[in-house]
């Protein structure tokens, strides 16, 4: 499975790790986790529906996160990306702590998958 990244993520993983310095190996965590598992998951992860796009984009509700201690998968931390089976890869979109956000930004999304 290959990863990529938008630039956009890479500004939100900048700005969410001076609050959460473990985010970078959290997310290698939850990179091998989707090697194995890409698709969603339910309660942890699910289609966001709706879009009008041919490709699967899929949010990830429960993210472990060390810096917050004693929260678990229960961290708040929000991942967006999009999953191409055949192509092997995924492109990460969107990463967020629900405090912060209420929800995807579709926009962004619809913008780079249209």
């Known amino acids: 499975m290959k990863f990529d990244e938008l630039e956009a993520y890479k500004k939100d993983l900048k700005n969410l790790l001076k609050k959460y310095r473990t985010l ?3 997310m290698k965590v939850v990179k091998q986790v989707l090697q194995v598992m890409p698709d969603e998951r339910p309660p942890f992860s699910y ?21 917050l201690k004693g ?4 961290s708040g931390l929000r991942l967006i990306y ?3 089976p055949d192509e092997q890869r995924i492109v990460f979109v969107e990463l ?11 926009e ?3 913008k780079y998958f249209k």
């Open 24 to 26: 970078n190996d959290d």
């Open 47 to 67: 289609i966001i529906d709706n879009l009008g796009i041919e490709t699967c984009v899929i949010k990830v509700k429960k993210i472990a996160c060390k810096s």
């Open 71 to 74: 929260r678990g998968v229960n």
């Open 82 to 84: 999009a999953h191409f």
């Open 96 to 106: 967020y702590h629900k405090n912060d956000k209420a929800c995807e930004d579709r």
């Open 108 to 110: 962004r999304i619809l």
